[in-house]
Protein backbone atom coordinates (compact mmCIF):
# COMPACT_ATOMS: atom_id res chain seq x y z
CA UNK A 1 0.00 0.00 0.00
CA UNK A 2 1.43 3.23 -1.10
CA UNK A 3 1.27 5.89 2.08
CA UNK A 4 2.93 8.71 3.07
CA UNK A 5 5.82 7.96 5.49
CA UNK A 6 6.99 10.78 8.72
CA UNK A 7 9.56 10.68 10.66
CA UNK A 8 10.28 11.10 13.84
CA UNK A 9 7.23 9.09 15.09
CA UNK A 10 8.02 11.12 18.50
CA UNK A 11 10.04 13.82 19.64
CA UNK A 12 11.06 14.97 22.89
CA UNK A 13 13.56 18.27 22.83
CA UNK A 14 14.12 21.05 25.20
CA UNK A 15 13.10 24.83 24.46
CA UNK A 16 15.79 26.59 21.70
CA UNK A 17 16.85 23.38 20.34
CA UNK A 18 16.32 22.81 16.78
CA UNK A 19 13.68 20.62 15.14
CA UNK A 20 13.54 18.95 11.87
CA UNK A 21 10.22 16.72 10.88
CA UNK A 22 10.44 14.76 7.58
CA UNK A 23 7.57 13.50 5.31
CA UNK A 24 8.04 11.26 1.94
CA UNK A 25 4.58 12.02 0.11
CA UNK A 26 3.09 9.41 -1.75
CA UNK A 27 5.08 8.76 -5.28
CA UNK A 28 3.04 10.60 -7.82
CA UNK A 29 1.46 13.30 -5.67
CA UNK A 30 2.27 16.93 -7.07
CA UNK A 31 0.94 18.15 -4.00
CA UNK A 32 1.82 18.58 0.20
CA UNK A 33 0.69 19.74 2.87
CA UNK A 34 2.12 20.51 6.16
CA UNK A 35 -0.72 20.95 9.70
CA UNK A 36 -0.34 21.21 13.00
CA UNK A 37 -2.99 19.71 15.38
CA UNK A 38 -3.77 20.67 18.90
CA UNK A 39 -6.38 20.31 21.21
CA UNK A 40 -7.36 24.22 21.04
CA UNK A 41 -6.95 24.95 17.61
CA UNK A 42 -7.71 21.33 16.02
CA UNK A 43 -5.60 21.03 12.80
CA UNK A 44 -3.99 24.00 11.36
CA UNK A 45 -2.66 24.56 7.73
CA UNK A 46 1.07 25.82 7.96
CA UNK A 47 1.86 25.15 4.67
CA UNK A 48 2.09 23.95 1.20
CA UNK A 49 3.34 22.75 -2.08
CA UNK A 50 2.42 22.02 -5.46
CA UNK A 51 4.83 20.26 -7.55
CA UNK A 52 7.46 21.33 -4.91
CA UNK A 53 6.70 25.08 -5.22
CA UNK A 54 5.52 26.81 -1.91
CA UNK A 55 2.21 28.01 -2.84
CA UNK A 56 1.15 29.16 0.79
CA UNK A 57 2.50 29.17 4.29
CA UNK A 58 1.03 32.02 5.83
CA UNK A 59 -0.23 29.93 8.38
CA UNK A 60 3.51 29.30 9.63
CA UNK A 61 5.37 31.76 12.18
CA UNK A 62 7.89 32.83 9.67
CA UNK A 63 10.25 33.67 12.24
CA UNK A 64 11.07 29.89 13.42
CA UNK A 65 9.77 27.77 11.08
CA UNK A 66 10.63 27.06 7.97
CA UNK A 67 8.83 24.23 5.08
CA UNK A 68 11.27 23.38 2.03
CA UNK A 69 10.76 20.67 -0.69
CA UNK A 70 14.21 19.82 -1.91
CA UNK A 71 13.02 17.55 -4.18
CA UNK A 72 9.68 15.19 -4.70
CA UNK A 73 10.39 12.29 -2.48
CA UNK A 74 11.01 14.96 0.69
CA UNK A 75 9.05 17.72 2.41
CA UNK A 76 10.78 18.77 6.00
CA UNK A 77 9.68 20.87 8.60
CA UNK A 78 11.89 22.46 10.83
CA UNK A 79 11.72 24.83 13.68
CA UNK A 80 15.00 26.95 15.25
CA UNK A 81 14.63 27.47 18.20
CA UNK A 82 11.88 25.55 19.51
CA UNK A 83 9.44 26.18 22.17
CA UNK A 84 6.77 24.88 24.14
CA UNK A 85 4.22 25.87 22.62
CA UNK A 86 5.17 24.23 18.99
CA UNK A 87 4.18 21.30 21.34
CA UNK A 88 1.90 19.52 18.95
CA UNK A 89 1.36 16.59 16.78
CA UNK A 90 2.85 17.67 13.04
CA UNK A 91 1.02 15.61 10.21
CA UNK A 92 2.12 16.10 6.84
CA UNK A 93 -0.31 14.81 3.79
CA UNK A 94 0.01 14.62 0.00
CA UNK A 95 -2.73 14.54 -3.20
CA UNK A 96 -2.96 14.38 -6.61
CA UNK A 97 -4.71 17.31 -7.60
CA UNK A 98 -6.78 17.37 -9.92
CA UNK A 99 -8.15 21.01 -11.21
CA UNK A 100 -8.95 22.25 -7.60
CA UNK A 101 -9.51 19.10 -5.76
CA UNK A 102 -8.71 15.83 -4.51
CA UNK A 103 -8.26 13.19 -1.23
CA UNK A 104 -5.48 14.06 1.13
CA UNK A 105 -3.70 11.27 2.17
CA UNK A 106 -2.06 11.48 6.18
CA UNK A 107 1.00 10.44 7.63
CA UNK A 108 0.99 9.07 11.15
CA UNK A 109 1.95 12.52 12.48
CA UNK A 110 5.18 13.74 14.24
CA UNK A 111 4.37 14.07 18.08
CA UNK A 112 6.55 17.31 19.30
CA UNK A 113 6.75 17.77 22.79
CA UNK A 114 9.09 20.81 23.80
CA UNK A 115 9.96 20.92 27.27
CA UNK B 1 -13.56 34.29 12.47
CA UNK B 2 -12.12 30.99 11.29
CA UNK B 3 -12.45 29.50 8.00
CA UNK B 4 -14.39 26.34 8.83
CA UNK B 5 -16.46 26.46 11.91
CA UNK B 6 -18.01 23.02 13.38
CA UNK B 7 -19.65 22.73 16.75
CA UNK B 8 -16.81 20.79 18.87
CA UNK B 9 -19.54 18.11 20.57
CA UNK B 10 -19.31 15.95 21.98
CA UNK B 11 -22.08 14.73 20.75
CA UNK B 12 -22.96 11.52 23.04
CA UNK B 13 -25.90 8.99 21.21
CA UNK B 14 -27.11 5.64 21.76
CA UNK B 15 -26.09 2.41 19.00
CA UNK B 16 -29.01 3.08 16.41
CA UNK B 17 -29.80 6.34 16.81
CA UNK B 18 -29.23 9.10 13.64
CA UNK B 19 -26.97 12.08 14.30
CA UNK B 20 -26.36 15.63 12.42
CA UNK B 21 -23.35 17.63 12.21
CA UNK B 22 -23.68 20.65 10.72
CA UNK B 23 -20.23 22.90 9.38
CA UNK B 24 -20.03 26.54 8.02
CA UNK B 25 -18.14 28.06 5.91
CA UNK B 26 -16.71 31.66 5.30
CA UNK B 27 -14.87 31.97 2.15
CA UNK B 28 -17.04 32.14 -0.54
CA UNK B 29 -13.99 31.07 -3.46
CA UNK B 30 -14.78 27.55 -1.17
CA UNK B 31 -14.74 25.03 -4.53
CA UNK B 32 -14.56 21.40 -2.82
CA UNK B 33 -16.04 19.65 0.24
CA UNK B 34 -15.48 16.80 2.49
CA UNK B 35 -15.82 15.01 5.58
CA UNK B 36 -12.96 13.22 7.04
CA UNK B 37 -12.80 11.03 10.03
CA UNK B 38 -10.15 10.86 12.81
CA UNK B 39 -10.01 8.28 15.47
CA UNK B 40 -8.21 9.20 18.57
CA UNK B 41 -4.58 9.42 18.02
CA UNK B 42 -4.64 8.82 14.36
CA UNK B 43 -4.78 10.58 11.04
CA UNK B 44 -7.56 12.20 9.58
CA UNK B 45 -8.93 9.89 6.37
CA UNK B 46 -11.33 10.86 3.71
CA UNK B 47 -14.51 9.15 4.62
CA UNK B 48 -16.67 11.35 1.49
CA UNK B 49 -16.74 14.19 -1.00
CA UNK B 50 -19.91 16.40 -0.39
CA UNK B 51 -21.63 17.40 -3.54
CA UNK B 52 -24.25 20.19 -4.58
CA UNK B 53 -26.56 17.28 -5.04
CA UNK B 54 -26.41 16.01 -1.86
CA UNK B 55 -24.85 12.10 -1.61
CA UNK B 56 -24.78 8.90 0.00
CA UNK B 57 -22.64 6.77 1.09
CA UNK B 58 -24.70 3.69 2.95
CA UNK B 59 -25.41 4.71 6.60
CA UNK B 60 -23.91 8.48 5.41
CA UNK B 61 -25.47 11.26 3.81
CA UNK B 62 -23.64 14.57 2.97
CA UNK B 63 -25.40 17.79 2.12
CA UNK B 64 -24.60 21.18 0.48
CA UNK B 65 -25.83 24.63 0.88
CA UNK B 66 -23.98 27.33 -1.29
CA UNK B 67 -26.15 29.67 -0.32
CA UNK B 68 -26.00 29.48 3.08
CA UNK B 69 -22.23 28.40 2.58
CA UNK B 70 -23.16 25.37 5.06
CA UNK B 71 -22.07 21.59 4.80
CA UNK B 72 -23.85 18.48 6.90
CA UNK B 73 -23.52 15.32 7.36
CA UNK B 74 -25.96 13.09 8.66
CA UNK B 75 -25.14 9.63 9.95
CA UNK B 76 -28.34 7.07 10.42
CA UNK B 77 -28.47 3.74 12.96
CA UNK B 78 -25.28 5.00 14.46
CA UNK B 79 -22.87 2.01 15.27
CA UNK B 80 -19.90 1.42 17.75
CA UNK B 81 -17.10 2.12 15.31
CA UNK B 82 -18.90 5.22 13.88
CA UNK B 83 -17.32 6.84 17.33
CA UNK B 84 -14.31 9.69 16.07
CA UNK B 85 -13.79 12.94 15.19
CA UNK B 86 -15.77 14.58 12.29
CA UNK B 87 -13.87 17.05 10.22
CA UNK B 88 -15.35 19.38 7.86
CA UNK B 89 -13.12 19.74 5.18
CA UNK B 90 -12.92 22.90 2.11
CA UNK B 91 -10.59 23.47 -1.20
CA UNK B 92 -10.46 26.92 -1.83
CA UNK B 93 -10.16 28.09 -5.28
CA UNK B 94 -6.11 29.32 -4.70
CA UNK B 95 -4.78 27.92 -8.50
CA UNK B 96 -3.49 24.94 -6.21
CA UNK B 97 -6.05 23.44 -3.91
CA UNK B 98 -5.54 25.11 -0.34
CA UNK B 99 -7.29 22.06 1.78
CA UNK B 100 -9.04 23.87 5.13
CA UNK B 101 -10.06 21.74 8.17
CA UNK B 102 -12.66 22.62 10.80
CA UNK B 103 -11.36 21.61 13.93
CA UNK B 104 -13.89 18.83 14.13
CA UNK B 105 -17.16 17.07 16.16
CA UNK B 106 -16.53 14.27 18.46
CA UNK B 107 -18.75 11.74 18.10
CA UNK B 108 -19.11 8.81 20.82
CA UNK B 109 -21.66 6.06 20.27
CA UNK B 110 -23.07 3.98 23.37
CA UNK B 111 -24.22 0.55 23.83
Known amino acids: DARVTQTPRHKVTEMGQEVTMRCQPILGHNTVFWYRQTMMQGLELLAYFRNRAPLDDSGMPKDRFSAEMPDATLATLKIQPSEPRDSAVYFC?????????????FGEGSRLTVL | RKEVEQDPGPFNVPEGATVAFNCTYSNSASQSFFWYRQDCRKEPKLLMSVYSSGNEDGRFTAQLNRASQYISLLIRDSKLSDSATYLC????????????FGAGTRLFVKA
Open chain 1, 93 to 105: ASGLSRGNTGELF
Open chain 2, 89 to 100: VVNLNTGGFKTI
